[in-house]
């Protein structure tokens, strides 16, 4: 098994998937490529994610696309986390024509004591503390439910 292959399989231990509950994702391009520097591809994600809100009933409560990785906190409808975070990547690879993801995904059940607009401000300042931006209102590819 190689090193890729078994901390993938590492994600997936202890992973629950609980209806109703919302968890953080985070999943990552291959070789850390930066395949959403491209507009179209960025464009490609964010439409899957809004679409998966519209047809799964999935909510979004935000989500940062980030030049090789994508951050979407989200509340889990009926179906398990895998196949959810699975679909959106393999809809998103499609419409960008090719294999894009590393394997496996991590995610992060939110608790309910948390700061939901605190941790949503966290994930949408990426772009900040990677230095793409000064300012948040300057990055195109975040959304969240507080706008």
Known sequence: MSQTTYQSHRLRLGR???????????AVTQEREP????????RALVNT???????????????VVMPD??????????ESLGRVVGRVRGVCARRIGRRIWQRGFHD?????????KALARYVIANPIRAGLVESVGDYPHW?????
Do not use: P
């Open 108 to 116: 992060r059940a939110v608790r309910r004591d948390d700061d939901l």
């Open 16 to 26: 629950v998937s609980e209806a109703g509950r919302l968890y953080l994702i985070t």
């Open 35 to 42: 395949v959403f520097s491209d507009l179209n591809n960025a």
């Open 69 to 78: 990785h994508f951050h979407w906190l989200m509340q889990l409808n009926d």
């Open 143 to 147: 959304d969240a439910v507080w706008l």
């Open 49 to 63: 994610l809004r679409m998966e809100a519209l047809q799964n009933g999935v909510q979004t409560w935000c989500y």
